[in-house]
């Protein structure tokens, strides 16, 4: 089983919807989660950070489950731009260093 | 701009060579990774380093070398060892112990055989 699962995909979705994703991590050690959005063939940005509290950050709202080991991601009113990959990201340290756990993505895309 | 760099964008290997790609920051960070991505699949460190002079494997290390001979610069060696070499590789930097910090991305090499 891999240490951070995220939903296969692809989400097909028309623009001005909202979709969500998910992700679960099973290393309860995990200390700090993020949300990275990867364009195709291109390197992954920083989306957001994820907080126990959530966290919103203008149609995005991230959301934290520490007791499930589960992360939430999601945006309202879909704009095309939004197609990218969206990758779980789990920071724990190990070994001395901060040690990030990629998920494999979901891959969204958005139509007229 | 404070960011990373990452060259060449593309390069092609052919069989029996060893090749070097090159990363640098000036964001000031001290610890730098390298990660493999490989199409439907998240990315898996090669290797880190936290300071200078000294660096450690990841998960996948087997067939690549570093060196971090200044705090700047952390380049990757994909040896002629590694049989499987194709594959997008980015190099990333972050501060040390900080795990509330992310990492952030060069953007990326494309290494594909002859």
Not at chain 1, 49 to 70: C, I, K, W
Not at chain 1, 95 to 100: A, E, F, H, R
Request: charged letters at 20%; proline letters at 5%; glycine letters at 8%.
């Amino acid at each position: 089983r891999k240490e951070v699962e995220q939903d296969p995909g692809p989400f097909n979705v028309p623009e001005g919807a909202t979709v969500a994703f998910n992700c679960t991590y099973s290393n309860s050690a995990s200390q700090s989660f993020f949300w990275y959005r990867q364009d195709c063939r291109k390197e992954p940005k920083l989306l957001m950070s994820v907080y126990s509290s959530g966290n919103e950050d203008g149609r995005f709202t991230a959301q934290l489950n520490r007791a499930s080991q589960y992360i939430s991601l999601l945006i309202r009113d879909s704009k095309l731009s939004d197609s990218a990959t969206y990758l779980c990201v789990v920071n724990r340290v190990s070994g001395g260093y901060n040690k990030l756990i990629f998920g494999a993505g979901t891959r969204l895309a958005v139509h007229p | 701009d404070g960011g990373i760099t990452q060259s060449p964008k593309y390069l092609f290997r052919k069989e029996g060579q060893n090749v070097t790609l090159s990363c640098e920051q000036n964001l000031n960070h001290d610890a730098m990774y390298w990660y493999r991505q490989d199409p439907g699949q998240g990315l898996r460190l090669i290797y880190y380093s936290q300071i200078v002079n000294d660096f450690q494997k990841g998960d996948i290390a087997e067939g690549y070398s570093v060196s971090r001979e200044k705090k700047e610069s952390f380049p990757l060696t994909v040896t002629s060892a590694q049989k499987n070499p194709t594959a997008f590789y980015l190099c990333a930097s972050g501060a040390l112990l900080r795990p509330n910090q992310p990492q952030h991305f060069g953007d990326g090499t494309r290494l594909s055989i002859l």
